[in-house]
């Protein structure tokens, strides 16, 4: 600030009266809107005060075990002292590799540096509690371990205009302008959350679906109230004679699948001569609102198995489950293999769980007091659960990536967001009907009721051994949805031939890595043992996309190769069809 010449520090005293001024209106409009955290967090739904009381009575009834933390605490900040001293004698240390803290201030600045160290002892500190204290019930510990990674994420010196270096210099820089530009986009974010605080990760006014994103040729060639059936065009004169039918998550949209030609698999599918159709589930409004599980089956799958038959000219079908749509696809299998409907002749499932033992971190919404919050928004919102509300979920189990690098980029940098499709799907948020998300949360998450032979299907209980037909099981090393041990305990809930492959990545990436991009690698073991991590220390890791192991499994299993037959017009429009354009805003459901 002292070194401003007079004329630079008028204009930074301007622009900040601006800022003071857009401040004051961000206020007010977050006041008369629903609040940062939405109109159910009033009080604590999900009891994050009873998890924090539980880790300090554990504490408090158990001397040995205070001790221990507290002798942790002292020995963090002693070696911090130490080694600040050390450094000031030999210069400062090498870079962190957190990349929060990778402008070169955070080590060559002794200021910087200290608070970056003293932030680092108290949050590993403080995320190392829970695990400590004796005694603690598991849904506790998992709620208590959840919610103080948030707050230490939070509590990081990198979120605040103050103690970031890189927001500081560019606030000198510009004369105060980057935190009014911030501010400006603050307040268009609240306003386009009507009063509550929805990050704008890109700019989602270059895509336009069919044209620039999700362009694959083809026809929906079935609908009813809940699916639209899309077959791709043929790019070969030969094709398999068996189609690949995908069941997508109904969280979020199909076209991941199919964002740019570069990297969509529905388009390599294609060239290698595979027939492919794809469901496009319809987002929750005053129609599908009410549906069940059961309607997800009976409309979803069944019907999508049927109508692919139909339009292919088949005896059978392969299929695909990514993610929930591959819980449901598992929990069809099962009725169908109590039925003996023998359609389906083999299922890949993507980033998928039947298995919930090990879910990670989205079973703090499944114990009673997270499925309390769920159902009264659900409640609140005609029946739905709002995709608004799981854009915001799934960006709060990766805060550093999701939230608070834009918070830093956008609103203290005030840099606009930029393009990417990626992001742009992200932000194309489904409604979901509230009977089928609270029976996930409290039947598979809560209750594991699916590998367990409990869970009911349109009136028949299904045991998910009784599936014999060969099954792949892809895992993501780093997913943070359906975590790696987890979708590996759903490879040995079947009772047939299950193959299993872990690729590098997450979620998305690990699924979507298109084999010409060069990027990642898989892991390949024939023999499935009890856990994942004995499966992965005597895995093979093969560079690359998993891509064409996949497709080495699947060929022999798609049939002798004949005439490629084109997508009949059906009059009900071409692909990616209507329901996958229909966007959040477009839906009014009756409260």
Request: hydrophobic share 35%.
């Given at each position: 600030m002292m070194s401003q010449d007079p004329a630079r520090l008028q204009v930074l005293m301007t622009t900040l009266s601006l800022a003071n001024v857009e401040s004051q209106g961000l206020l007010a409009d977050v006041m008369m809107g629903s609040g940062p955290l939405g109109t159910v967090s009033q009080g604590d739904p999900m009891r994050v005060g009873e998890a924090f009381r539980a880790v300090g009575w554990s504490f408090a009834t158990n001397p040995a075990a205070m001790f221990n933390a507290n002798l942790e605490l002292m020995t963090g900040w002693m070696k911090l002292w130490q080694e600040m001293a050390m450094e000031a004698v030999s210069g400062p240390a090498e870079k962190e590799k957190d990349k929060r803290f990778s402008d070169p201030e955070w080590a060559s600045n002794p200021g910087f540096r200290f608070i970056r160290k003293a932030y680092e002892v108290n949050a590993n500190w403080m995320n190392s509690l829970a695990d400590q204290a004796p005694g603690l019930p598991e849904n506790l510990q998992l709620r208590a371990k959840f919610f103080t990674q948030l707050l230490t994420d939070t509590l990081s010196p990198t979120n605040y205009l103050g103690s970031n270096p890189t927001a500081l210099r560019a606030f000198f820089e510009t004369g105060g302008q980057s935190v009014l530009d911030g501010l400006r986009l603050a307040r268009a974010d609240v306003k386009k959350g009507g009063g509550k605080l929805y990050i704008s990760q890109t700019d989602e006014t270059p895509f336009k679906l069919g044209e620039n994103i999700a362009t694959a040729p083809g026809q929906v060639v079935f609908r009813n109230d809940l699916i639209e059936l899309i077959h791709y065009a043929p790019t070969q004169e030969k094709t398999y004679s068996r189609p690949l039918l995908i069941f997508p998550p109904w969280i979020n949209k199909f076209y991941i699948l199919d964002l740019q030609e570069k990297n969509s698999m529905i388009r390599w599918l294609v060239d290698k001569g595979v027939p492919v159709f794809v469901v496009s589930w319809r987002s929750a409004d005053e129609v599908t609102q009410d549906y069940t599980w059961?309607?997800?089956?009976?409309?979803?799958?069944y019907a999508a198995v049927e109508a692919t038959m139909q339009a292919a000219g088949a005896t059978g079908v392969n299929t695909v489950g990514y993610c929930i749509g591959g819980t449901m696809l598992s929990s069809a299998l099962g009725h169908m293999a109590k039925t003996g409907y023998d359609k389906i002749k083999s299922a890949t499932f993507f980033a998928s769980q039947s298995d919930f033992e090990l879910a990670g971190d989205l079973k703090v919404f499944t114990d009673g007091p997270g499925r309390g919050y769920i159902n009264g928004i659900i409640e609140e919102n005609g029946g739905v659960m709002p995709g608004s509300m799981m854009y915001e979920t799934f960006n709060w189990l990766r805060p550093i990536d999701l939230v608070?690098?834009?918070?830093?980029?956008?609103y203290m940098l005030g840099k606009s967001p930029r393009p990417f499709d990626l992001l742009y799907w992200n932000a194309d948020q489904t409604n979901i009907p509230g009977k089928v998300h609270q029976r996930y949360l409290k039947d598979c998450y809560d209750e594991n009721r699916l590998s367990t032979g409990s869970f009911e299907v349109l009136g028949e209980t299904v045991n998910l051994k009784d599936v014999?037909?060969?099954?792949?099981?892809?895992?993501?090393?780093?997913?943070?949805?359906?975590?790696?041990?987890?979708?590996?305990?759903?490879?040995l809930v079947f009772g047939g031939d299950t193959k299993f492959v872990l690729s590098g990545s997450g979620h998305i990436a690990g699924v979507v890595n298109h084999p010409d991009a060069n990027k990642y690698q898989h892991w390949l073991n024939p023999d499935l043992t009890e856990t994942g991590g004995e499966w992965l220390e005597n895995a093979e890791e093969v560079p690359g996309s998993w891509w064409p192991t996949w497709w080495d499994w699947l060929r022999p299993k798609s049939g002798r190769k004949v005439d490629a037959k084109q997508p009949k017009d059906m009059g009900l429009g071409a692909a990616p069809g209507n329901y996958a354009k229909v966007r959040l805003a477009d839906i009014k459901l009756p409260l």
């Open positions: 059961d309607d997800y089956v009976q409309k979803g799958a608070w690098r834009y918070v830093i980029d956008e014999k037909i060969p099954i792949m099981v892809q895992a993501s090393k780093d997913d943070h949805i359906c975590p790696f041990e987890s979708v590996y305990r759903t490879a």
